[in-house]
C-alpha cells in the first residue's frame, strides 16, 4: 500500500506515550495509546502505557537504528475468523544502508479526513521481540488482530466505530511516522487491536 507521507509528531507528552513504539525489551502486555494529530481533539482519551522500561542494547554489527524516513509499511490482509481479523503489517527498509529494528510498532487509526479514531494497541509476548538487522529492501513484520463484534458500550445494530481510512504508523523507537492507507474495514471492541512484536522476514501469503 502506498505511503503517503512521512510527518514527525511533536504533539507534547501525548506524542511519548502514544504509538509508543518502544521498541525495546521486555514483552508487553499492556495497551498503548496513540497520540492525538496537531490541531485535533482525541473522541476518548488514551490509555496508558504499561511497557516495561526497555534496556538498551549494542547495534548488530555497526548497523544503526532504522529511522522513519527509511522505511516503508503496508498493511495486507490475514485470513479472517469467526468475528475476528487479522493482517500482516510489514516495514521495509528502503535506505541504502543496513539498519535495525527491535520490538513493536505504533498505530493510530484515523478517518479520511485525519480525525482520530480510539486504537487500543496491546502487545503481545511471548515471543518476546528480537533485534532484526535490515538490509537495503530487507522487511520485518507484526501480526494485527481485531475483532468486529461490537463491545458492550458499541451499538449492536450499524457500525461499531467510525470506519478507519489511514493509520499512523510508527517504527520502533522512532516518533514519526508513516501514514499508510488503511482498507482492512471496521475495529470494534474499543478499538482494541492486538499486535506481535516484529520478525524478521516478509509476511506470510
Known sequence: MPLRAVRPVYALALAAAALCACGGGGGGGGPTAAPTPSGTTASA???????????PTASPAGSGRCRTDGLKARITTAGPAAGQRFAFLTLT????????????????????????????????APPGPQTIVL??????????????????????????APLPQLAWITPPDERAHLVIT???????????????????GTAPR
Open 45 to 55: 482519551s488514551p490509555t496508558t502505557s504499561r511497557t516495561p522500561p526497555q534496556t
Open 93 to 124: 527498509n528502503t535506505s541504502g544502508a543496513a539498519c535495525h529494528v527491535r520490538g513493536y510498532v505504533g498505530m493510530l487509526l484515523l478517518t479520511a479526513s485525519d480525525h482520530p479514531i480510539r486504537t487500543n494497541l496491546e502487545r503481545l
Open 135 to 160: 538490509r537495503p529492501g530487507g522487511s520485518a513484520y507484526a501480526r494485527l488482530q481485531w475483532t468486529v463484534v461490537p463491545g458492550a458500550r458499541e451499538p449492536a445494530h450499524g457500525a461499531c
Open 182 to 200: 488503511w482498507n482492512q474495514g471496521v475495529v470494534c471492541g474499543d478499538g482494541h487491536v492486538s499486535t506481535t512484536p516484529l520478525r524478521p
